[in-house]
């Protein structure tokens, strides 16, 4: 079962509901229809709250459309196409980012390194690569993101003034719900980065900051999908379209730990909250650090899971005024500075 948040019209209502056979159908609208009430399903922070009941009860909905669909009207069923979908957790309680992909994090200490220290960072790129995916494997290591800088499917992401270089990570994420059913679902994380001044911040220990949290930088969708429908979430192709210009691919077959063990895992530092959004890693191969290759202004960005869907990202094609980058100005962004 895929589960959405969607607007109609622009700026309209705000609508939980169902994706049926192409169509999002909202909640209330199968309540109406179908004569049934469920409180728990008055919106995603009810459902999360509400497992399993509001499960079962939001897959009797789904039952009742996909049996009278082609009954509904224009104004009761939307193409998908159609609609503003919006991110499944808008505020979720809390944001949390794992680096479950050791591979990546070895790419991308390699090419931190060849940027930050030239020609000697060049040389010692290899060794950082091997050293830092071998020292990540297996490790449960994560950090809080800005759970106030949410954007939804075919938003557009903030470009900070201070980075030359802005990325995107594409990751899993796990949407928990309660005690009685700690997975609610899963939905595609893109976790924005502003690649120069993300080094510096790590060996200051001060943790990704600027590097991660500025505005707009936190990109879900675009549904939340339920376990049984995803099957095993370590077994999706990954592949991300760069406009026409790039196309990476990937898998989460690589990340080193299941979604139980980084919930029972979380559950031993804090009590986790229906509606915490927990990445899980960035897929390898799929970033701008990992392939040293860069996105441009006003670019358009698919990231595409099997089973969930695809989060369509946009890249503002006017920025502000660009401060030097400490990686080197670059030609592309020359107009902005």
């Not at 095993?232 to 990476?248: E, F, S, T, Y």
């Not at 899980?280 to 006003?298: A, F, Q, S, V, Y």
């Not at 946009?314 to 400490?326: A, H, K, Q």
Request: hydrophobic share 35%; charged share 25%; glycine share 10%.
């Amino acid at each position: 079962m895929k589960l959405l948040n969607y607007q109609r019209g622009l700026n309209g209502k705000t609508l939980f509901g169902i994706v049926i056979k192409g169509y999002a159908v909202s909640i209330e609208t199968l309540q109406q229809k179908s004569g049934q009430t469920h409180e728990e399903l008055r919106d995603v922070y009810s459902y999360l709250e509400n497992l399993p009941g509001s499960e079962n009860s939001a897959r009797e909905l789904l039952k009742y459309g996909e049996a009278y669909i082609s009954s509904l009207s224009d104004k009761e069923k939307t193409p998908l196409e159609n609609v503003k979908i919006l991110a499944p957790v808008p505020h979720p309680r809390a944001l949390i980012d794992f680096g479950l992909s050791p591979r990546h994090l070895g790419n991308s200490s390699a090419i931190l390194i060849k940027h930050a220290f030239g020609a000697f960072g060049s040389l010692i790129a290899p060794v950082m690569r091997k050293t830092v995916q071998k020292a990540t494997r297996g490790k449960m290591l994560y950090y809080k993101g800005n759970h106030n800088a949410i954007i939804g499917d075919n938003d557009t992401i903030h470009w900070p003034t201070y980075s030359s270089y802005l990325d995107i990570e594409p990751e899993l994420a796990i949407v928990t719900g309660n005690e009685a059913k700690p997975i609610a679902g899963y939905t595609i994380f893109n976790d924005s980065s502003a690649r120069d001044i993300q080094l510096k911040e790590m060996l200051g220990l001060g943790g990704p900051a600027r590097s991660k949290d500025f505005d707009r930088s936190n990109g879900l969708g675009p549904f939340m999908v339920t376990p049984d429908e995803v099957g095993d979430p370590l077994a999706l192709n990954v592949k991300v379209n760069i406009g026409n210009r790039m196309a990476w691919k990937g898998s989460t077959s690589e990340y080193c730990a299941r979604p139980e063990k980084v919930i029972e895992y979380l559950k031993t530092v804090f009590t986790l909250l229906p509606g915490t959004v927990i990445g899980m890693g960035t897929i390898p191969d799929c970033t701008g650090l990992d392939n040293d290759l860069w996105i441009n202004p006003g670019e358009k960005i698919e990231i595409i899971f099997d089973k969930l869907g695809i989060l369509r990202q946009n890249i503002p094609d006017v920025l502000g005024r660009m401060e030097p980058s400490n990686w080197g100005n670059r030609k592309e962004l020359e107009k902005f500075y």
